[in-house]
């Protein structure tokens, strides 16, 4: 038998190569998900934490700002429930620091499954965090008074372009996650991203009140034309515009972060 007449590097089985690293990934975010539900604390980030945001904005800021605590929700839950997705993706490279650094991932390199399949797997196993962040905090707000002002598709869409946005800005928490030596390094780096990206928005108060400096970073800043999609999808207003420029964002996020964070987590695992 020739090199080439090995059943290892034929075609057929080359070509099953990537249907086996989607299946075994799909394995491994499998056992994230059961991983995070047998640790419910794990979820307090995407259950309490917005639920307190959502109080104290609205009871603290609400009259100052929109003069009602009503009306300044229906301005604020749609652009919390970005932040709070988005402060859900941290967990994702605390978790693979955390893996990592117990060993999980050496035991993982002795199946035979493909190389970056755990990383991929607990990537896609986190999109559970993003579903129950969202489907908490429309609840609590529908119980405070929120109303969707355009459709059902429309909130759903919002929704689903609010989590593949959060799925491609998390490749920036996996990066931090694969160059931080710990745990705790890797959340203090993740809030040194975060707040800029989510603080320095329209979140709690509308463009035009914000110094000249602060709205040209509005402008730029990819975490608030997310916000104003979700806005316009929920509440009505400008969609096209707000829609196109945060999935132009989610795919340069992704083409540039993603490859960074594989190749980091392949010299490091």
Not at 109 to 131: F, H, K, N, W
């Amino acid at each position: 038998m020739t090199l080439t007449d090995s059943p290892a590097l034929t075609p057929a089985r080359t070509a099953e190569r990537p249907f086996a690293l989607l299946r075994h990934s799909l394995a491994l975010a499998r056992r994230s998900v059961i991983k995070t539900l047998r640790t419910p604390e794990q979820l307090l980030d995407v259950t309490l934490q917005p639920v307190i945001f959502v109080v104290v904005y609205v009871y603290l800021l609400g009259g100052a700002v929109a003069g009602s605590t009503h009306d300044y929700l229906q301005f604020l839950l749609p652009a919390i429930l970005v932040q709070t997705v988005m402060f859900a993706g941290m967990a994702t490279g605390v978790n693979l620091n955390t893996d990592i650094d117990k060993g999980v991932f050496d035991r993982f390199r002795s199946l035979p499954i493909g190389r970056s399949a755990p990383l991929i797997g607990s990537v896609l196993g986190d999109l559970i965090r993003y579903v129950l962040a969202i489907a908490v905090l429309l609840g609590f707000g529908h119980l405070l008074g929120f109303r969707v002002q355009t459709d059902p598709l429309s909130a759903l869409a919002a929704c689903l372009l609010t989590i593949v946005f959060a799925f491609c800005a998390s490749w920036g928490f996996v990066l931090i996650g694969m160059l931080m030596r710990s745990p705790g390094a890797v959340q203090g780096a993740s809030f040194l991203v975060l707040f800029p990206l989510t603080f320095g928005t329209s979140m709690v108060t509308p463009l035009e009140t914000l110094p000249g400096w602060l709205q040209a970073w509005v402008r730029v800043n990819p975490v608030a034309g997310m916000m104003d999609a979700a806005r316009g999808l929920m509440l009505g207003g400008p969609v096209a515009g707000p829609v196109l420029k945060t999935l132009l964002w989610s795919a340069g996020i992704l083409a540039v972060l993603a490859p960074l964070a594989v190749r980091a987590y392949r010299r490091r695992a």
